[in-house]
């Protein structure tokens, strides 16, 4: 059975808007429009930008320039994301190494893909 897309109305400035979206995606629409409404809303209050398309504009790039900077911050060699999974990897495979085995905690590293250790750096989050 096909579930057809259903029609939720949003509101955002004190429009309303029916968008059409899949069942499973309507509480991320749902927040999606109101983080648009809200920093729309903090941009008119500015008084700095006039009219709704401008409003719109530069709340959509404001958005956008967060997420490239949270991709940056997740994706990047130096990224705090990955120095921060790299030091719970590390936390995870000492609490979990045999400690009549200490010879083996240290190359923990090493593990080929087949063994049991965490490698942050092939997961996603």
Do not use: W
Request: hydrophobic share 35%; proline share 4%; net charge negative.
């Amino acid at each position: 059975m096909i579930e057809e897309p259903l029609q939720l109305s949003i509101k955002i400035l004190e429009k309303e808007y029916r968008i059409a979206c899949e069942f499973h995606e309507q509480d991320d629409l749902k927040a999606s429009a109101r983080l648009l409404d809200g920093r729309m809303r903090e941009i008119r209050q500015t008084g700095r930008v006039i009219g709704t398309d401008r409003i719109a504009v530069i709340a959509a790039l404001n958005i956008a320039h967060d997420l490239i900077q949270l991709q940056r911050a997740r994706s990047g060699p130096d990224g705090e994301l990955n120095r921060r999974l790299h030091q719970l990897q590390e936390r995870v495979n000492l609490a979990l190494a045999d400690p009549d085995d200490e010879e083996e905690a240290p190359q923990a590293e090493s593990e080929t893909p087949s063994q049991s250790s965490l490698d942050a750096s092939r997961e996603r989050v």
